[in-house]
């Protein structure tokens, strides 16, 4: 799938590029020009690292920027990113272009040394232009328009707003291409967070129906591949194919599954027009685009950061505490918030192969609108900070310096206070900033330690929503518990979406795989094949590509490889049902909730069996020996628990190890360069933990060293590198 739609998105020359990189240090060091971090070509010096702060010059009175790039460069930030959400201010009206303001901003940031990210404005139009082209507003899911006045209310479709979008970009881009200071660029904003999470216009059905045309080629393809005989909807032009908005019954599975694959390369289309035009008038710059990542699942970040220089994400997990609270009903447990921004950052690694990724916005306050969190407990925002960086961020900036005294975000706390003080957490984050720049960039550009991995599938994703089987079954809640789950083991894990290379992993999880192509069966296959342990659960293998139901008996394409057959499904919605383990996974007996896949060994060893009703006796966990390796079906929805110590107990079998054991509540990871490896404690509780050392270690943010039984203090940080 993701193949094609590549192929259909502009490209880039990577000769230029490669020219750039091979030829373009020697130039740019001639010219005093600093060179983008992204493009260097091995560890430099602490000037090139990203350590910064968000900044709003165009909400800022111009009598305090001196003022502002002064105590910025005292506090140690080497980058700011600023211009975002100003395109008011430099187009005042159509084709009218204002920079002098935008330039003076610069001129006195870079008099600081303080380098500039600057950001596209995209996210937010200024209203001459809604007023001019009404029609550029997205459609919700229930068909109704969006409304001017907030902001990511536009269509990724619409030929016009790309049009404008490009042009202001272009004009920045051509504006600061040569300016002093300047070494970056950030798409757009959030690309993946809005209050509808796709469009449905009239311009998104036809760029829909362009989309299904190039995929499918016919109509009769398309109307095999769909189904479309059911309830009379053979289509016999590709006009006629409508967006799934409401129509008195559920839409076709497979017309739904390609709406959200269309509204993602939409908006990754819409963003590379921006990225083809910085290339070519920058090619000096890096550029990113800043996203909140997991548990939102509108836009497939692989796609949109495949071209991109490296991975910027955005961290806040005390708003994101917030909204937990707020709604009752997550799946998610508040309690799992350290692990789950763990999941967010492992990802954000993970999607360019293990390169080192940006937080562009890192929450250094109370945080949120209309309600927003509290202050973070003392310590809390270095805790985050070096958890990021734990997990492979190369940099961090704060939102933001300043908190706004006016606007929606008056209540996203910065830096300052609203009177200028300095907020609770100024010296924390000031501390922090010079931790990382003592660490310095062999640290922060290393690469992160993983022998586990854990798919993660949009289609998969997209798909479960479209047709949960149990209203309750969310494919994002399993992927957090199964992530929760090995959270608990301290071991590296990469957070790897379909079509990555296996090979490099002892042991790969993969929940609710509800749709499965041919390519990623034959991946799978070879890596157990190869000695891999592949260890998935209930759902797999069900739905082809094009979502229609698979005429083998399930787990269709991996039924030989998992050595089982499922002999039925059933979703649980009111007595749980019991799971009796093996010896080979000996503990308490387990509960299943949500679903079972009841399980028919063909060759398969049975680890746990179901206890309750007509199915107690029957297979609930299996594993098959296949080649060098091991397939494991978990059949039922297993209880956090037993699936935490399931999950633990077979990547001990595959060989996983951590350097140590922490107590609960600490986080232990690991990055590596070369033949060094740093040890990063993160204690996530407010008391003091102790910890058992196995070997003598240097605390690299105290210079002490560190042996036997340590003390990490509560919120406390120790980055461990072993003693020569
Ligand atoms: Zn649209």
């Given at each position: 799938?993701?193949?094609?739609?590549?192929?259909?998105?502009?490209?880039?020359?990577?000769?230029?590029?490669r020219q750039f990189l091979s030829g373009a240090a020697a130039v740019v060091g001639a010219a005093g020009i600093r060179y983008p971090i992204w493009a260097l070509p091995g560890p430099s010096s602490a000037g090139n690292l990203l350590l910064g702060v968000d900044y709003y010059p165009d909400q800022t009175p111009e009598s305090l920027w001196d003022e502002d790039s002064r105590m910025m460069a005292e506090f140690g930030f080497t980058n700011v990113r600023i211009a975002e959400f100003a395109w008011g201010l430099m187009e005042p009206a159509e084709g009218k272009f204002d920079f002098a303001w935008l330039h003076r901003a610069v001129e006195t940031l870079h008099k600081y040394n303080i380098s500039i990210i600057l950001g596209t404005p995209s996210a937010a139009p200024p209203p001459w232009l809604m007023v001019k082209y009404p029609d550029v507003v997205e459609?919700?899911?229930?068909?109704?328009?969006?409304?001017?006045g907030g902001r990511r209310f536009t269509c990724p479709t619409n030929q016009v707003y790309r049009r404008l979008s490009l042009i202001i970009a272009s004009a920045m881009a051509r504006e600061f291409a040569e300016t002093p200071g300047v070494i970056g660029w950030q798409i757009d904003n959030e690309l993946t967070l809005g209050s509808s999470p796709r469009c449905y216009c009239n311009f998104c059905q036809a760029g829909f129906q362009t989309w299904l045309r190039?995929?499918?080629?016919?109509?009769?393809?398309?109307?095999?591949?769909?189904?479309?005989?059911?309830?009379?909807?053979?289509?016999?032009?590709?006009?006629?194919?409508?967006?799934?908005?409401?129509?008195?019954?559920?839409?076709?599975?497979?017309?739904?599954?390609?709406?959200d694959r269309y509204q993602s390369y939409a908006n990754v289309s819409f963003q590379d027009e921006q990225l083809v035009m910085l290339r070519k008038t920058c090619p000096r710059?890096?550029?990113?685009?800043?996203?909140?990542?997991?548990?939102?699942?509108?836009?497939?970040?692989?796609?949109?950061?495949?071209?991109?220089?490296?991975?910027?994400?955005?961290?806040?997990?005390?708003?994101?505490?917030?909204?937990?609270?707020?709604?009752?009903n997550s799946p998610i447990s508040p309690d799992t918030i350290p692990a789950n921004i763990a999941l967010g950052h492992d990802f954000a690694r993970s999607l360019k192969g293990g390169k080192p990724f940006m937080i562009m916005e890192e929450q250094s306050g109370k945080a949120g609108q209309r309600s927003f969190s509290p202050q973070p407990e003392k310590g809390q925002v270095r805790l985050w900070t070096h958890q990021a960086v734990a997990h492979g961020a190369m940099g961090v900036n704060y939102f933001r310096w300043d908190t706004a005294t006016f606007g929606a975000e008056e209540y996203w706390h910065g830096i300052l206070n609203h009177d200028r003080s300095r907020s609770p957490g100024y010296n924390e984050i000031k501390q922090a900033v010079k931790e990382l720049k003592g660490l310095g960039p062999e640290v922060l550009n290393s690469s992160y330690a993983a022998d586990a991995a854990l798919v993660f599938d949009y289609d998969c994703s997209w798909a479960v929503k479209i047709q949960p089987g149990n209203f309750a079954l969310s494919y994002m809640a399993q992927v957090t518990s199964w992530y929760g789950a090995m959270s608990a083991s301290h071991t590296g894990i990469d957070v790897i979406t379909p079509g990555a290379d296996l090979a490099a992993y002892k042991i790969v999880f993969a929940p609710v795989v509800y749709v499965l192509s041919?390519?990623?069966?034959?991946?799978?296959?070879?890596?157990?094949?190869?000695?891999?342990?592949?260890?998935?659960?209930?759902?797999?293998?069900?739905?082809?590509?094009?979502?229609?139901?698979?005429?083998?008996?399930?787990?269709?394409?991996?039924?030989?490889?998992?050595?089982?057959?499922?002999?039925?499904?059933?979703?649980i919605y009111s007595a749980k049902q019991g799971v009796k383990f093996s010896p080979?996974?000996?503990?308490?007996?387990?509960?299943?909730?949500?679903?079972?896949?009841?399980?028919?060994?063909?060759?398969?060893?049975?680890?746990?069996?179901?206890?309750?009703?007509?199915?107690?006796?029957?297979?609930?966990?299996?594993?098959?020996?296949?080649?060098?390796?091991?397939?494991?079906?978990?059949?039922?929805?297993?209880?956090?628990?037993?699936?935490?110590?399931?999950?633990?107990?077979?990547?001990?079998?595959?060989?996983?190890?951590?350097?140590?054991?922490?107590?609960?509540?600490?986080?232990?990871?690991?990055?590596?360069?070369?033949?060094?490896?740093?040890?990063?404690?993160?204690?996530?509780?407010?008391?003091?933990?102790?910890?058992?050392?196995?070997?003598?270690?240097?605390?690299?943010?105290?210079?002490?060293?560190?042996?036997?039984?340590?003390?990490?203090?509560?919120?406390?940080?120790?980055?461990?590198?072993?003693?020569?």
């Amino acid at each position: 799938m993701s193949r094609r739609i590549s192929e259909r998105r502009p490209t880039l020359s990577p000769l230029n590029r490669r020219q750039f990189l091979s030829g373009a240090a020697a130039v740019v060091g001639a010219a005093g020009i600093r060179y983008p971090i992204w493009a260097l070509p091995g560890p430099s010096s602490a000037g090139n690292l990203l350590l910064g702060v968000d900044y709003y010059p165009d909400q800022t009175p111009e009598s305090l920027w001196d003022e502002d790039s002064r105590m910025m460069a005292e506090f140690g930030f080497t980058n700011v990113r600023i211009a975002e959400f100003a395109w008011g201010l430099m187009e005042p009206a159509e084709g009218k272009f204002d920079f002098a303001w935008l330039h003076r901003a610069v001129e006195t940031l870079h008099k600081y040394n303080i380098s500039i990210i600057l950001g596209t404005p995209s996210a937010a139009p200024p209203p001459w232009l809604m007023v001019k082209y009404p029609d550029v507003v997205e459609v919700n899911e229930k068909g109704e328009p969006l409304h001017p006045g907030g902001r990511r209310f536009t269509c990724p479709t619409n030929q016009v707003y790309r049009r404008l979008s490009l042009i202001i970009a272009s004009a920045m881009a051509r504006e600061f291409a040569e300016t002093p200071g300047v070494i970056g660029w950030q798409i757009d904003n959030e690309l993946t967070l809005g209050s509808s999470p796709r469009c449905y216009c009239n311009f998104c059905q036809a760029g829909f129906q362009t989309w299904l045309r190039s995929r499918y080629g016919s109509l009769d393809n398309l109307n095999k591949s769909w189904g479309t005989v059911f309830w009379s909807q053979t289509y016999t032009d590709f006009s006629q194919i409508p967006v799934p908005l409401p129509s008195g019954g559920d839409p076709n599975p497979g017309l739904a599954l390609d709406y959200d694959r269309y509204q993602s390369y939409a908006n990754v289309s819409f963003q590379d027009e921006q990225l083809v035009m910085l290339r070519k008038t920058c090619p000096r710059h890096f550029v990113t685009t800043n996203n909140v990542g997991l548990p939102l699942d509108t836009i497939d970040l692989r796609s949109l950061y495949e071209k991109l220089d490296f991975v910027a994400f955005d961290n806040y997990p005390g708003f994101f505490e917030m909204l937990l609270h707020q709604e009752s009903n997550s799946p998610i447990s508040p309690d799992t918030i350290p692990a789950n921004i763990a999941l967010g950052h492992d990802f954000a690694r993970s999607l360019k192969g293990g390169k080192p990724f940006m937080i562009m916005e890192e929450q250094s306050g109370k945080a949120g609108q209309r309600s927003f969190s509290p202050q973070p407990e003392k310590g809390q925002v270095r805790l985050w900070t070096h958890q990021a960086v734990a997990h492979g961020a190369m940099g961090v900036n704060y939102f933001r310096w300043d908190t706004a005294t006016f606007g929606a975000e008056e209540y996203w706390h910065g830096i300052l206070n609203h009177d200028r003080s300095r907020s609770p957490g100024y010296n924390e984050i000031k501390q922090a900033v010079k931790e990382l720049k003592g660490l310095g960039p062999e640290v922060l550009n290393s690469s992160y330690a993983a022998d586990a991995a854990l798919v993660f599938d949009y289609d998969c994703s997209w798909a479960v929503k479209i047709q949960p089987g149990n209203f309750a079954l969310s494919y994002m809640a399993q992927v957090t518990s199964w992530y929760g789950a090995m959270s608990a083991s301290h071991t590296g894990i990469d957070v790897i979406t379909p079509g990555a290379d296996l090979a490099a992993y002892k042991i790969v999880f993969a929940p609710v795989v509800y749709v499965l192509s041919e390519a990623q069966a034959a991946r799978i296959r070879s890596f157990v094949q190869g000695g891999g342990m592949f260890v998935t659960n209930f759902r797999l293998g069900v739905k082809t590509e094009t979502s229609q139901m698979v005429r083998t008996p399930l787990p269709g394409l991996l039924r030989d490889v998992m050595g089982v057959t499922v002999a039925d499904y059933v979703p649980i919605y009111s007595a749980k049902q019991g799971v009796k383990f093996s010896p080979t996974l000996a503990g308490a007996d387990g509960q299943c909730g949500l679903w079972a896949d009841i399980l028919q060994p063909s060759g398969a060893e049975v680890l746990g069996s179901y206890t309750n009703g007509e199915h107690a006796g029957e297979a609930a966990v299996t594993m098959n020996s296949f080649g060098k390796g091991k397939a494991i079906y978990i059949g039922g929805d297993l209880d956090a628990a037993s699936l935490s110590r399931v999950l633990r107990a077979l990547a001990a079998s595959a060989g996983v190890k951590r350097p140590f054991d922490v107590p609960a509540g600490v986080e232990l990871t690991v990055r590596k360069s070369g033949d060094k490896q740093w040890i990063f404690l993160l204690n996530h509780t407010s008391v003091a933990q102790t910890v058992g050392l196995t070997t003598a270690f240097t605390d690299l943010l105290t210079k002490e060293a560190q042996s036997g039984t340590i003390e990490l203090s509560g919120y406390g940080v120790k980055v461990l590198q072993a003693s020569v």
